[in-house]
Protein backbone atom coordinates (compact mmCIF):
# COMPACT_ATOMS: atom_id res chain seq x y z
CA UNK A 1 0.00 0.00 0.00
CA UNK A 2 1.43 3.09 -1.06
CA UNK A 3 1.47 5.88 1.94
CA UNK A 4 0.52 8.78 -0.68
CA UNK A 5 -2.83 10.19 1.24
CA UNK A 6 -5.47 10.04 -1.55
CA UNK A 7 -8.80 12.17 -1.23
CA UNK A 8 -12.64 11.32 -1.31
CA UNK A 9 -14.44 12.03 -3.98
CA UNK A 10 -18.69 12.95 -3.65
CA UNK A 11 -20.66 14.01 -6.92
CA UNK A 12 -24.18 14.48 -6.76
CA UNK A 13 -27.40 17.55 -5.78
CA UNK A 14 -25.20 20.49 -3.72
CA UNK A 15 -27.88 19.33 -0.68
CA UNK A 16 -26.19 15.98 -0.53
CA UNK A 17 -22.81 16.81 -0.77
CA UNK A 18 -22.75 19.71 1.31
CA UNK A 19 -22.65 17.11 4.00
CA UNK A 20 -19.77 15.51 2.78
CA UNK A 21 -17.73 18.97 2.29
CA UNK A 22 -17.82 18.91 6.34
CA UNK A 23 -15.98 16.32 6.50
CA UNK A 24 -13.35 17.50 3.57
CA UNK A 25 -14.14 15.34 1.00
CA UNK A 26 -13.73 17.22 -2.35
CA UNK A 27 -17.85 17.40 -3.73
CA UNK A 28 -18.73 18.89 -6.92
CA UNK A 29 -22.45 19.37 -7.46
CA UNK A 30 -23.95 17.81 -10.67
CA UNK A 31 -27.40 17.65 -11.78
CA UNK A 32 -27.37 16.73 -15.36
CA UNK A 33 -25.83 13.92 -17.11
CA UNK A 34 -23.42 15.84 -18.60
CA UNK A 35 -22.48 17.92 -15.43
CA UNK A 36 -22.33 14.18 -13.65
CA UNK A 37 -19.58 12.85 -16.77
CA UNK A 38 -17.36 16.08 -16.07
CA UNK A 39 -17.48 16.06 -11.95
CA UNK A 40 -15.95 12.24 -12.62
CA UNK A 41 -13.86 12.69 -15.19
CA UNK A 42 -12.34 15.74 -13.09
CA UNK A 43 -12.04 13.58 -10.19
CA UNK A 44 -10.90 10.74 -11.79
CA UNK A 45 -7.69 12.70 -13.33
CA UNK A 46 -7.10 14.69 -9.90
CA UNK A 47 -6.57 10.49 -9.47
CA UNK A 48 -9.43 10.57 -6.62
CA UNK A 49 -9.60 6.66 -6.04
CA UNK A 50 -13.39 7.01 -4.36
CA UNK A 51 -16.02 8.83 -5.82
CA UNK A 52 -19.40 8.61 -3.81
CA UNK A 53 -22.23 9.77 -6.26
CA UNK A 54 -25.90 10.19 -5.18
CA UNK A 55 -28.24 8.07 -6.32
CA UNK A 56 -30.39 10.46 -8.01
CA UNK A 57 -26.95 11.41 -10.12
CA UNK A 58 -26.06 8.37 -10.90
CA UNK A 59 -29.76 7.35 -12.46
CA UNK A 60 -29.05 9.83 -15.09
CA UNK A 61 -26.07 9.43 -15.86
CA UNK A 62 -25.23 5.59 -16.36
CA UNK A 63 -22.89 5.74 -19.28
CA UNK A 64 -20.79 7.86 -16.95
CA UNK A 65 -20.83 5.20 -14.18
CA UNK A 66 -20.24 2.16 -16.68
CA UNK A 67 -16.96 4.12 -17.93
CA UNK A 68 -15.07 3.35 -14.74
CA UNK A 69 -16.97 0.15 -13.50
CA UNK A 70 -13.68 -2.35 -15.21
CA UNK A 71 -11.17 0.43 -13.77
CA UNK A 72 -10.03 -0.60 -10.05
CA UNK A 73 -7.98 2.53 -10.20
CA UNK A 74 -11.77 4.53 -9.04
CA UNK A 75 -14.19 2.92 -7.42
CA UNK A 76 -17.84 4.77 -8.51
CA UNK A 77 -20.23 4.11 -5.39
CA UNK A 78 -23.71 5.10 -5.33
CA UNK A 79 -24.83 6.36 -1.98
CA UNK A 80 -28.40 7.60 -1.15
CA UNK A 81 -29.39 11.49 -1.27
CA UNK A 82 -31.11 13.67 0.83
CA UNK A 83 -34.47 12.08 0.08
CA UNK A 84 -33.23 8.42 1.41
CA UNK A 85 -32.36 5.43 -0.70
CA UNK A 86 -34.76 4.38 -3.81
CA UNK A 87 -32.71 0.78 -4.16
CA UNK A 88 -30.48 1.96 -7.10
CA UNK A 89 -27.12 1.02 -4.99
CA UNK A 90 -28.54 -2.32 -4.03
CA UNK A 91 -30.30 -3.14 -7.51
CA UNK A 92 -26.25 -2.78 -8.57
CA UNK A 93 -25.24 -5.35 -5.95
CA UNK A 94 -28.09 -7.87 -7.56
CA UNK A 95 -26.84 -7.31 -10.92
CA UNK A 96 -23.30 -7.83 -10.26
CA UNK A 97 -24.50 -11.51 -8.11
CA UNK A 98 -27.10 -12.04 -11.45
CA UNK A 99 -23.76 -11.32 -13.73
CA UNK A 100 -21.68 -13.71 -11.59
CA UNK A 101 -23.55 -16.76 -10.66
CA UNK A 102 -26.81 -16.12 -12.95
CA UNK A 103 -29.41 -15.97 -10.17
CA UNK A 104 -30.19 -13.71 -7.36
CA UNK A 105 -29.12 -15.73 -4.21
CA UNK A 106 -29.51 -12.89 -1.40
CA UNK A 107 -33.21 -12.99 -1.57
CA UNK A 108 -33.01 -16.55 0.16
CA UNK A 109 -30.84 -14.17 2.56
CA UNK A 110 -33.43 -11.28 3.01
CA UNK A 111 -35.45 -14.18 4.22
CA UNK A 112 -33.88 -15.37 6.71
CA UNK A 113 -32.41 -12.26 8.44
CA UNK A 114 -36.66 -11.48 8.25
CA UNK B 1 -19.60 -30.23 -34.30
CA UNK B 2 -17.92 -28.99 -37.29
CA UNK B 3 -14.30 -30.05 -37.88
CA UNK B 4 -11.49 -27.74 -37.96
CA UNK B 5 -9.80 -27.23 -41.92
CA UNK B 6 -6.97 -29.60 -41.87
CA UNK B 7 -5.17 -31.92 -43.95
CA UNK B 8 -5.31 -35.36 -42.63
CA UNK B 9 -1.56 -36.16 -42.30
CA UNK B 10 0.01 -37.81 -39.59
CA UNK B 11 1.65 -34.59 -38.56
CA UNK B 12 -1.63 -33.07 -38.36
CA UNK B 13 -2.92 -35.36 -36.09
CA UNK B 14 -0.26 -35.25 -33.21
CA UNK B 15 -0.65 -31.38 -33.25
CA UNK B 16 -4.20 -31.22 -32.66
CA UNK B 17 -3.60 -34.17 -30.04
CA UNK B 18 -1.09 -32.09 -28.52
CA UNK B 19 -3.65 -29.16 -28.61
CA UNK B 20 -6.66 -31.30 -27.14
CA UNK B 21 -4.54 -32.09 -24.18
CA UNK B 22 -3.60 -28.22 -23.80
CA UNK B 23 -7.25 -27.48 -24.25
CA UNK B 24 -8.23 -29.80 -21.49
CA UNK B 25 -5.54 -28.70 -18.91
CA UNK B 26 -6.65 -24.87 -19.36
CA UNK B 27 -10.20 -26.38 -19.37
CA UNK B 28 -9.55 -27.79 -15.99
CA UNK B 29 -7.20 -24.97 -14.32
CA UNK B 30 -10.44 -22.61 -15.81
CA UNK B 31 -12.61 -24.62 -13.86
CA UNK B 32 -10.92 -24.46 -10.69
CA UNK B 33 -10.39 -20.39 -10.79
CA UNK B 34 -14.42 -19.84 -11.74
CA UNK B 35 -15.17 -21.89 -8.70
CA UNK B 36 -13.25 -20.35 -6.50
CA UNK B 37 -13.74 -16.64 -7.84
CA UNK B 38 -17.48 -17.52 -7.16
CA UNK B 39 -16.80 -19.06 -3.89
CA UNK B 40 -15.18 -15.96 -2.74
CA UNK B 41 -17.56 -13.51 -4.44
CA UNK B 42 -20.33 -14.60 -2.59
CA UNK B 43 -18.67 -14.48 0.62
CA UNK B 44 -17.59 -10.86 -0.06
CA UNK B 45 -21.06 -10.47 -1.86
CA UNK B 46 -23.43 -11.15 1.10
CA UNK B 47 -20.52 -8.80 3.20
CA UNK B 48 -21.24 -5.83 0.41
CA UNK B 49 -25.20 -6.33 1.16
CA UNK B 50 -24.87 -5.93 4.35
CA UNK B 51 -22.88 -2.81 4.99
CA UNK B 52 -24.75 -0.66 2.26
CA UNK B 53 -27.53 -1.23 4.54
CA UNK B 54 -25.82 -0.31 7.46
CA UNK B 55 -24.19 2.85 6.10
CA UNK B 56 -27.04 3.52 3.95
CA UNK B 57 -29.11 4.14 7.67
CA UNK B 58 -25.91 5.78 8.92
CA UNK B 59 -26.20 8.04 6.29
CA UNK B 60 -29.85 8.04 6.25
CA UNK B 61 -29.70 9.52 10.10
CA UNK B 62 -26.65 12.47 9.24
CA UNK B 63 -28.52 13.55 6.29
CA UNK B 64 -31.45 13.99 8.52
CA UNK B 65 -29.12 15.89 10.82
CA UNK B 66 -28.38 17.64 8.32
CA UNK B 67 -31.84 18.99 6.98
CA UNK B 68 -32.44 20.05 10.29
CA UNK B 69 -29.46 22.19 10.29
CA UNK B 70 -30.63 23.59 7.17
CA UNK B 71 -34.02 24.21 8.38
CA UNK B 72 -32.48 26.43 11.26
CA UNK B 73 -29.70 28.11 9.90
CA UNK B 74 -29.95 30.69 6.40
CA UNK B 75 -28.32 28.86 3.26
CA UNK B 76 -25.34 31.35 2.95
CA UNK B 77 -24.63 30.65 6.51
CA UNK B 78 -24.39 27.42 6.40
CA UNK B 79 -22.37 27.24 3.33
CA UNK B 80 -20.14 30.03 4.56
CA UNK B 81 -19.59 27.61 8.07
CA UNK B 82 -18.61 24.66 5.68
CA UNK B 83 -16.36 26.64 3.37
CA UNK B 84 -13.32 25.76 4.97
CA UNK B 85 -13.21 21.38 7.04
CA UNK B 86 -11.30 21.37 9.21
CA UNK B 87 -10.57 17.68 9.22
CA UNK B 88 -9.33 15.92 5.39
CA UNK B 89 -11.49 12.48 5.03
CA UNK B 90 -7.97 11.04 3.52
CA UNK B 91 -7.22 7.30 2.56
CA UNK B 92 -4.62 5.67 1.47
CA UNK B 93 -5.13 3.17 -1.76
CA UNK B 94 -3.47 -0.29 -2.62
CA UNK B 95 -3.72 -3.06 -4.68
CA UNK B 96 -4.79 -6.80 -3.84
CA UNK B 97 -4.66 -9.91 -5.45
CA UNK B 98 -7.48 -12.09 -6.02
CA UNK B 99 -6.46 -15.05 -8.54
CA UNK B 100 -5.22 -12.73 -10.71
CA UNK B 101 -7.85 -10.19 -10.18
CA UNK B 102 -6.53 -6.59 -8.99
CA UNK B 103 -8.47 -5.17 -6.79
CA UNK B 104 -8.81 -2.23 -4.66
CA UNK B 105 -7.83 -1.94 -0.83
CA UNK B 106 -8.89 1.31 1.08
CA UNK B 107 -7.85 2.52 4.69
CA UNK B 108 -8.91 5.59 6.31
CA UNK B 109 -5.95 7.92 7.18
CA UNK B 110 -6.72 8.49 11.22
CA UNK B 111 -4.74 10.97 11.07
CA UNK B 112 -7.53 13.41 9.63
CA UNK B 113 -10.09 11.96 11.36
CA UNK B 114 -9.17 13.05 15.42
CA UNK B 115 -11.94 13.62 17.91
CA UNK B 116 -14.72 15.80 15.87
CA UNK B 117 -13.41 18.80 15.06
CA UNK B 118 -15.87 21.11 13.80
CA UNK B 119 -14.91 23.88 11.14
CA UNK B 120 -16.38 27.10 12.38
CA UNK B 121 -17.32 29.14 15.59
CA UNK B 122 -20.17 28.54 17.70
CA UNK B 123 -22.07 31.53 17.70
CA UNK B 124 -23.99 31.14 14.20
CA UNK B 125 -24.59 27.81 14.00
CA UNK B 126 -26.67 25.49 15.16
CA UNK B 127 -26.67 22.02 17.22
CA UNK B 128 -27.87 19.71 14.59
CA UNK B 129 -24.80 20.90 12.41
CA UNK B 130 -22.65 19.58 14.91
CA UNK B 131 -24.53 16.11 15.08
CA UNK B 132 -25.20 16.05 11.64
CA UNK B 133 -20.96 16.17 11.17
CA UNK B 134 -20.32 14.00 13.70
CA UNK B 135 -22.73 11.29 12.55
CA UNK B 136 -21.08 11.49 8.60
CA UNK B 137 -17.42 11.26 10.91
CA UNK B 138 -18.52 8.18 12.34
CA UNK B 139 -19.99 6.67 8.88
CA UNK B 140 -17.09 7.39 7.07
CA UNK B 141 -14.66 4.21 7.94
CA UNK B 142 -17.67 2.12 7.09
CA UNK B 143 -18.35 4.15 3.71
CA UNK B 144 -14.83 3.43 2.31
CA UNK B 145 -15.09 -0.30 3.69
CA UNK B 146 -18.22 0.18 1.24
CA UNK B 147 -16.48 1.08 -1.45
CA UNK B 148 -13.50 -1.55 -1.25
CA UNK B 149 -16.00 -4.34 -1.32
CA UNK B 150 -18.24 -3.12 -3.99
CA UNK B 151 -15.44 -2.59 -6.25
CA UNK B 152 -14.09 -5.50 -5.44
CA UNK B 153 -17.64 -7.33 -5.88
CA UNK B 154 -17.50 -5.48 -9.57
CA UNK B 155 -14.35 -6.44 -10.43
CA UNK B 156 -14.90 -10.40 -9.20
CA UNK B 157 -18.35 -10.37 -10.91
CA UNK B 158 -17.08 -9.43 -14.05
CA UNK B 159 -13.53 -11.45 -14.09
CA UNK B 160 -15.99 -14.65 -13.36
CA UNK B 161 -18.43 -13.87 -16.44
CA UNK B 162 -15.30 -13.84 -18.47
CA UNK B 163 -13.86 -16.99 -16.96
CA UNK B 164 -17.31 -18.82 -17.25
CA UNK B 165 -17.26 -17.59 -20.62
CA UNK B 166 -13.99 -19.08 -21.53
CA UNK B 167 -14.50 -22.37 -19.38
CA UNK B 168 -17.48 -22.63 -21.69
CA UNK B 169 -16.06 -22.15 -24.67
CA UNK B 170 -13.53 -24.85 -24.20
CA UNK B 171 -16.35 -27.17 -23.04
CA UNK B 172 -18.68 -27.13 -25.37
CA UNK B 173 -16.69 -25.63 -28.58
CA UNK B 174 -13.26 -26.17 -27.92
CA UNK B 175 -12.73 -29.54 -27.18
CA UNK B 176 -15.31 -31.45 -28.96
CA UNK B 177 -14.00 -29.83 -32.09
CA UNK B 178 -10.63 -30.90 -31.58
CA UNK B 179 -11.71 -34.17 -30.76
CA UNK B 180 -13.87 -34.74 -33.97
CA UNK B 181 -11.41 -33.87 -36.17
CA UNK B 182 -8.97 -36.38 -34.37
CA UNK B 183 -11.45 -39.09 -35.02
CA UNK B 184 -11.88 -37.40 -39.02
CA UNK B 185 -8.03 -37.11 -39.46
CA UNK B 186 -8.01 -41.13 -37.93
CA UNK B 187 -10.44 -42.37 -39.98
CA UNK B 188 -8.95 -40.76 -43.12
CA UNK B 189 -5.68 -42.43 -42.13
CA UNK B 190 -7.19 -45.86 -41.74
CA UNK B 191 -8.96 -45.36 -44.82
CA UNK B 192 -5.59 -44.91 -46.93
CA UNK B 193 -3.79 -47.50 -45.63
CA UNK B 194 -6.53 -50.15 -46.37
CA UNK B 195 -6.41 -48.51 -49.43
CA UNK B 196 -3.14 -48.63 -49.61
CA UNK B 197 -3.13 -52.28 -48.78
CA UNK B 198 -5.89 -53.85 -51.24
CA UNK B 199 -4.46 -51.93 -54.14
CA UNK B 200 -1.06 -53.66 -53.08
CA UNK B 201 -2.93 -57.00 -52.56
CA UNK B 202 -4.40 -56.22 -55.91
CA UNK B 203 -1.10 -55.73 -57.51
CA UNK B 204 0.49 -58.87 -56.13
CA UNK B 205 -2.34 -60.45 -57.32
CA UNK B 206 -2.11 -58.99 -61.16
CA UNK B 207 1.88 -60.10 -61.14
CA UNK B 208 1.02 -63.40 -59.96
CA UNK B 209 -1.41 -63.84 -62.52
CA UNK B 210 0.99 -62.65 -65.28
CA UNK B 211 3.83 -65.33 -63.74
CA UNK B 212 1.87 -68.37 -64.35
Same mark, same amino acid.
Not at chain 1, 6 to 11: E, Q, T
Not at chain 2, 194 to 204: D, I, P, S
Not at chain 2, 207 to 212: G, K
Given at each position: ??????????????????A????????????????????????????????F???????????????????P??????????M??????????????????????????????? | ?????????????????R?????????????????????Q???L??????? +???????????????????????????????????????????? +???????????????????????????????????????????????????????????????????T????????????????????????????N?????????????M??????
Open positions: MSDKVLRIGVVGEEDAILFKAIGAVAIPAVTADEVAAALFKLNQDKVPVIITEQAARVAPEALTRYETSDVAVIPIPGIGTDGYGEARVRENVIKAIGADILINQEKKEE | MAILHVNPTRMELTQMKRLVTARRGHKLLKDKRDELVRFITVRENLRL +RKQVEGELGIALKDFALARAVMEPGALRQALLYPARQAAIKAGR +RNILSVRVPEFTVDEGGLGEAQLPYGMAETSAQLDNAIATMAQALPNLIALAEKEKTATLLADEIQKRRRVNALEYVMIPQFEETIRYITMKLEEERGALTRLMKVKEIAQRAT
